[in-house]
């Protein structure tokens, strides 16, 4: 079984079919706070697709939902065809998240750390090794690697959080505001290999609150407000449709067209 994740995602990869995180009418509620209203969107393989919204928005329930760490109140969210409520171990084994702070276990290295959520993935220990080499790799934290995280950087940190969110070679990627608070260099690496994995095929739900890179990186982008979808299209289709040619401008725009429904 600890295979799985490796050939569930080769699959998915190569039939191409249903694979992409689909958003159905999903709405939640908070006690009296309707956080997330009817929203919808699909984000398809080989694309990075923004998430965007100002603090409150609903677009973090909305990811943790995809997660699976909440359960939406109504409509339903798959990965690759795999529903987040009834078959939510599936969903686990499709996606690699991403959220806002890294979560790290301070007393662990760098590689425990990756190594530990590999083993909660299931894959077996003749192949974390090997998959945290090639992590250790492809992410530049060797280095770091033996050291533990309470020493890190907080872009080193965001790097080991990244890297143990792919060390199951996860089909779909969720990340929340991944370059917060990295330095340059650390920014320009990570967006680097954001597009290594959409150029591999990855389906990358994105999220950020810079303008220059979601215009930079997302193929498309969903802008929810008051919990509702407010506009969802390309970079391009967003500008004209708002009349705006500054992202954003057509972001705050966009907004606006909520504030009237």
């Known amino acids: ?7 569930d995602a080769f699959l998915c990869r190569l039939l191409g079919a249903d694979s992409v995180i689909r958003v159905e009418g999903i709405h939640k509620s908070f006690g009296e706070v309707h956080a997330v209203r009817g929203v919808s969107f699909d984000a398809p393989n080989g694309k990075i697709t923004g998430l965007l919204g100002p603090n409150g928005a609903g677009k973090s329930t909305t990811m943790r939902i995809l997660c699976t760490l909440l359960k939406p109140d109504l409509g339903t969210a798959t990965i690759d065809g795999a529903d987040v409520v009834t078959d939510s171990l599936a969903v686990r084994r499709r996606i690699g998240s991403l959220p806002h702070g890294s979560g790290l276990y301070p007393r662990l290295t760098a590689r425990e750390n990756i190594a530990y959520y590999a083993r909660l993935c299931g894959l077996g220990q003749d192949v974390i090794e090997d998959r945290i080499d090639e992590i250790v790799q492809a992410l530049e934290i060797g280095d770091f690697a033996n050291r533990r995280a309470k020493e890190f950087s907080h872009g080193q940190r965001t790097k080991v959080a990244l890297g143990r969110a792919l060390v199951h070679d996860p089909q779909n990627l969720v990340l929340d505001e991944p370059t917060t608070g990295l330095d340059v260099m650390a920014t320009r690496g990570l967006r680097d290999l954001i597009e290594k994995l959409k150029a591999d095929g990855r389906c990358i739900l994105f999220s950020s609150h810079v303008m220059q890179e979601v215009a930079a990186l ?5 802008i929810i407000a ?16 708002t009349g705006r ?6 972001f705050v725009a966009a907004l606006g067209m909520v504030e009237t429904k």
Do not use: P, Y
């Not at 079984?1 to 050939?7: D, L, N, T």
């Not at 997302?218 to 969903?222: E, L």
């Not at 299209?233 to 500008?239: A, L, M, P, T």
């Open 1 to 7: 079984m600890h295979g799985a994740q490796f050939r």
């Open 218 to 222: 997302c193929d498309d982008i969903c």
């Open 226 to 241: 008051n919990g509702m979808v407010a506009i969802h299209g390309s970079v391009d289709e967003i500008r004209q449709r």
């Open 245 to 250: 040619e500054d992202l954003e401008d057509a």
